[in-house]
């Protein structure tokens, strides 16, 4: 049975609220499909990578994660390694995270603010 949750547009990491939203072109800019901003506490992500939003999410998350608690002591690999463990025992659980606003036209940016309440 698949527990799907919505992706809210905001995470807390530690004390600090983390924006969560869409960036288009991410990749062809800066040849990244995420990224993860300590300095504005912002998370942004290609919504061009369909079937990896949810990784890409969780892979992020977790650089926030390193940088809040771990002062940044893994490396990429080590991130890259756990988000995709993450993703595994949370897709095994039958854990589907939703992320909204990226069928058709539909204005990304807007589905993902609705999220929020
Ligand atoms: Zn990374």
């Known amino acids: 049975m698949d527990i ?32 993860h901003n300590a300095r504005t506490r912002r998370i ?13 999410i969780i ?11 771990l002062n940044d002591r893994l490396t990429e690999d080590d991130v890259t390694a756990l988000a995709e463990g993450i993703y595994q ?4 659980l039958g854990i589907r995270i939703i992320v909204g606003g990226f069928d058709g036209d539909e204005d990304i ?4 603010q609705e999220q929020e309440g």
């Open 59 to 69: 892979h992020e998350e977790l650089h926030a994660i390193n940088n809040v608690y």
């Open 4 to 35: 799907p949750i919505k992706l809210p547009a905001k995470v807390k990491i530690g004390g600090h609220l983390y924006d969560v939203v869409f960036r288009p072109y991410l990749w062809l800019e800066e040849n990244r499909q995420g990224s």
């Open 89 to 92: 025992v949370l897709i095994d």
């Open 109 to 112: 940016q807007g589905s993902l």
């Open 44 to 56: 942004e992500i290609d919504p061009a990578f369909k079937s990896n939003l949810a990784a890409n």
